[in-house]
């Protein structure tokens, strides 16, 4: 992965910077695992952005 240096490479996954999927350019198109790909396309969206600073998942917790 070129964002966390996961290796696996049987598992990694192209990513279109540009999001255009048409553009297969080199310079576009970046090698991610699974993890960094998904935060990639959904974290920036993530109704989890939005929780004030400070707050902490506890542990135990089914998300913690």
Avoid: Q
């Avoid at 240096?5 to 192209?14: A, F, P, Q």
């Avoid at 902490?56 to 913690?64: E, L, M, Q, V």
Wanted: proline content about 5%; glycine content about 8%; charged content about 35%.
């Amino acid at each position: 992965c070129e964002r966390c240096g996961y290796d696996k490479k049987e598992i990694l996954n192209v990513h279109h910077k540009d999001r255009d999927h048409d553009n297969n350019d080199m310079g576009n198109l970046e090698l991610l695992c699974p993890n960094c790909h998904t935060e990639e396309h959904y974290f920036k969206k993530s109704w989890m952005n939005d929780m004030p600073s400070g707050y902490k998942i506890r542990k135990g917790a089914p998300n913690g």
